[in-house]
Nanobody
Framework: QLVECGGGLVQPGGSLRLSCGAS????????IAWIRQAPGKERELVAGISINGDLEDYAESVRGRFTISRAYLQMNGLKPEDTGVYYC????????????????WGQGTQVTVSS
């Protein structure tokens, strides 16, 4: 089970940092991804990072604004279209940017970007 924190309400252009931890065990041997669900839209994997942190990638919609590390997702330059529930997910595979490869998920944290 994963636990996310750091969501909230922020104005456009603002920043948030989301954290992800394991309620049991460790994420040391898991690849990690952040997946968001916006109202009325399909789930989108916005960022992923490998077990050793040597590989990372981003969805085009967030590239240049979001930064993933093994411990958090830093979100800068937030836009209203970034609003949604953000989930941390883990996989035993070394690295993936495919939602279906992630079998362990958190409950999600709400991010709302609005003035």
């Amino acid at each position: 089970q994963l636990v996310e924190c750091g969501g909230g309400l922020v104005q456009p252009g603002g920043s948030l940092r989301l954290s992800c931890g394991a309620s049991e065990g460790s994420l040391d041997y898991k690849s990690i991804a952040w997946i968001r669900q916006a109202p009325g839209k399909e789930r989108e994997l916005v960022a992923g990072i490998s077990i050793n942190g040597d590989l990372e990638d981003y969805a085009e919609s967030v590239r240049g604004r979001f930064t993933i590390s093994r411990a958090y997702l830093q979100m800068n330059g937030l836009k209203p279209e970034d609003t949604g529930v953000y989930y941390c997910a883990a996989s035993s595979g070394y690295y993936s940017m495919l939602i279906g490869d992630f079998s362990t998920w958190g409950q999600g944290t709400q991010v709302t970007v609005s003035s």
